[in-house]
Nanobody, 123 residues
């Protein structure tokens, strides 16, 4: 599976951009998809994950209520809608795929990773 993330860039605090992650190379299938982020000088952090049915999501406390993960299996694409962005949301955002139907918050449980897209939030 190859994952290509897009949608990052320089945004203003309060903006609501949407990140996309397109999968290719094999069936998108029933993989759990996740978003992680890594801020400058910090460890990678789990953001959200979604099952193949789209019925389960799992948001990190720092983004709960502001970020929403979704997926379009027909387009092999997973999205991260980010609302009310704050400067502390500045990070490289990575999408990842897990060859399992079980959600995990652990990056080590994910088998495929995209290249990351940088989101910079200015105040």
């Amino acid at each position: 599976v190859q994952l290509q993330a897009s949608g990052g860039g320089l945004v203003q605090a309060g903006d609501s951009p949407r990140l996309s992650c397109a999968a290719s190379g094999r069936t998108f299938g029933r993989n759990v998809m996740g978003w992680f982020r890594q801020a400058p000088g910090k460890e990678r952090e789990f953001v959200a994950a979604i099952t193949w049915t789209g019925s389960s999501t799992y948001d990190a406390d720092s983004v709960k209520g502001r970020f929403t993960i979704s997926r379009d299996n027909a387009k092999n694409t997973v999205y991260l809608q980010m609302n009310s962005l704050k400067p502390e949301d500045t990070a490289v955002y990575y999408c990842a795929a897990r060859t399992s139907t079980w959600i995990s918050r652990q990056g080590s449980d994910y088998d495929y990773w995209g290249q990351g897209t940088l989101v910079t939030v200015s105040s």
